[in-house]
Protein backbone atom coordinates (compact mmCIF):
# COMPACT_ATOMS: atom_id res chain seq x y z
CA UNK A 1 0.00 0.00 0.00
CA UNK A 2 1.02 4.10 -0.95
CA UNK A 3 -0.37 6.96 0.58
CA UNK A 4 0.57 10.57 -0.69
CA UNK A 5 -0.27 13.26 1.72
CA UNK A 6 -0.53 17.08 1.60
CA UNK A 7 0.04 19.43 4.05
CA UNK A 8 0.56 23.34 4.32
CA UNK A 9 -2.44 24.85 2.56
CA UNK A 10 -4.51 28.10 3.60
CA UNK A 11 -5.16 31.93 3.53
CA UNK A 12 -2.76 34.09 2.40
CA UNK A 13 -2.52 37.61 1.20
CA UNK A 14 -1.51 38.65 -2.21
CA UNK A 15 1.77 39.41 -2.94
CA UNK A 16 2.68 36.24 0.19
CA UNK A 17 4.30 32.73 0.44
CA UNK A 18 3.48 29.83 1.36
CA UNK A 19 4.80 26.27 1.46
CA UNK A 20 3.34 22.82 0.34
CA UNK A 21 4.73 19.42 1.51
CA UNK A 22 3.57 16.16 0.19
CA UNK A 23 4.98 12.88 1.22
CA UNK A 24 4.87 9.48 -0.03
CA UNK A 25 4.94 6.70 1.92
CA UNK A 26 4.25 2.66 1.93
CA UNK A 27 5.80 0.01 0.33
CA UNK A 28 7.80 2.00 -2.12
CA UNK A 29 10.91 1.03 -4.21
CA UNK A 30 11.23 4.09 -6.08
CA UNK A 31 9.51 6.76 -7.10
CA UNK A 32 9.42 8.18 -10.54
CA UNK A 33 8.17 11.76 -10.51
CA UNK A 34 5.94 13.25 -8.21
CA UNK A 35 4.10 17.11 -9.17
CA UNK A 36 1.53 19.33 -8.51
CA UNK A 37 -2.17 20.15 -10.00
CA UNK A 38 -4.39 22.83 -9.09
CA UNK A 39 -8.12 22.83 -9.76
CA UNK A 40 -11.13 25.87 -9.10
CA UNK A 41 -14.80 25.08 -9.54
CA UNK A 42 -15.69 24.60 -13.40
CA UNK A 43 -12.23 23.77 -14.17
CA UNK A 44 -10.18 20.83 -15.29
CA UNK A 45 -7.41 20.06 -13.07
CA UNK A 46 -4.01 21.88 -14.14
CA UNK A 47 -0.46 20.96 -13.61
CA UNK A 48 1.26 23.79 -11.62
CA UNK A 49 5.03 22.14 -11.69
CA UNK A 50 6.72 18.65 -11.36
CA UNK A 51 10.27 17.09 -10.79
CA UNK A 52 11.66 14.16 -11.50
CA UNK A 53 14.09 11.33 -10.20
CA UNK A 54 16.59 13.66 -12.54
CA UNK A 55 16.02 16.43 -10.33
CA UNK A 56 14.57 18.44 -13.55
CA UNK A 57 11.66 20.44 -12.82
CA UNK A 58 9.08 21.30 -15.12
CA UNK A 59 6.90 24.58 -14.35
CA UNK A 60 3.46 26.25 -15.91
CA UNK A 61 3.49 29.32 -17.66
CA UNK A 62 1.43 31.14 -15.32
CA UNK A 63 3.99 29.97 -12.24
CA UNK A 64 7.45 30.32 -13.28
CA UNK A 65 9.65 32.52 -11.49
CA UNK A 66 7.15 32.73 -8.50
CA UNK A 67 7.20 28.72 -7.25
CA UNK A 68 9.72 26.39 -6.77
CA UNK A 69 9.74 22.74 -6.46
CA UNK A 70 11.91 20.71 -4.42
CA UNK A 71 12.44 17.49 -2.91
CA UNK A 72 13.88 15.99 -0.16
CA UNK A 73 16.99 13.16 -0.62
CA UNK A 74 16.86 10.06 0.07
CA UNK A 75 13.11 11.13 -2.21
CA UNK A 76 9.99 10.56 -0.12
CA UNK A 77 8.82 14.34 0.40
CA UNK A 78 8.16 17.57 -2.58
CA UNK A 79 7.89 20.68 -1.84
CA UNK A 80 6.01 23.87 -3.21
CA UNK A 81 7.44 27.34 -2.22
CA UNK A 82 4.67 29.93 -3.61
CA UNK A 83 5.71 33.15 -3.62
CA UNK A 84 4.04 35.99 -4.93
CA UNK A 85 0.67 35.15 -4.77
CA UNK A 86 -2.20 36.07 -6.66
CA UNK A 87 -5.78 35.74 -6.09
CA UNK A 88 -6.01 33.30 -9.38
CA UNK A 89 -3.45 31.40 -7.51
CA UNK A 90 -6.54 29.91 -5.29
CA UNK A 91 -7.82 26.55 -5.65
CA UNK A 92 -7.16 22.98 -3.98
CA UNK A 93 -3.96 21.78 -5.03
CA UNK A 94 -2.96 17.97 -5.41
CA UNK A 95 -0.22 16.43 -5.16
CA UNK A 96 0.58 13.18 -7.73
CA UNK A 97 3.25 10.76 -7.80
CA UNK A 98 4.47 8.06 -10.23
CA UNK A 99 5.80 5.75 -7.83
CA UNK A 100 7.14 2.23 -8.62
CA UNK A 101 6.17 -0.04 -5.42
CA UNK A 102 6.54 -3.55 -4.10
CA UNK A 103 3.38 -6.06 -5.24
CA UNK A 104 2.43 -9.58 -5.15
CA UNK A 105 5.67 -10.98 -5.76
CA UNK A 106 6.16 -8.30 -8.09
CA UNK A 107 6.91 -4.66 -8.91
CA UNK A 108 3.99 -2.04 -9.99
CA UNK A 109 4.28 1.39 -11.39
CA UNK A 110 1.01 2.84 -10.54
CA UNK A 111 -0.14 7.09 -9.98
CA UNK A 112 -1.47 7.89 -6.51
CA UNK A 113 -3.16 11.05 -5.78
CA UNK A 114 -3.36 13.20 -2.61
CA UNK A 115 -6.32 14.34 -1.14
CA UNK A 116 -6.03 18.31 -1.95
CA UNK A 117 -4.95 21.33 -0.17
CA UNK A 118 -6.70 24.39 0.02
CA UNK A 119 -4.66 28.01 -0.87
CA UNK A 120 -6.68 30.69 -0.57
CA UNK A 121 -5.36 34.20 -1.75
CA UNK A 122 -7.09 36.92 -0.52
CA UNK A 123 -7.30 40.21 1.06
Known amino acids: QVRVAESGGGLVQPGGSLTLSCSASGSIFSIDLMAWYRQVPGKQRELVAN???????VYSESVNGRFTISRNNPWNTVYLQMNSLKPEDTGVYYC?????????????????WGQGTQVTVSS
Open 96 to 112: HAEITSYGLGSLQESNY
Open 51 to 57: ITSEDNP
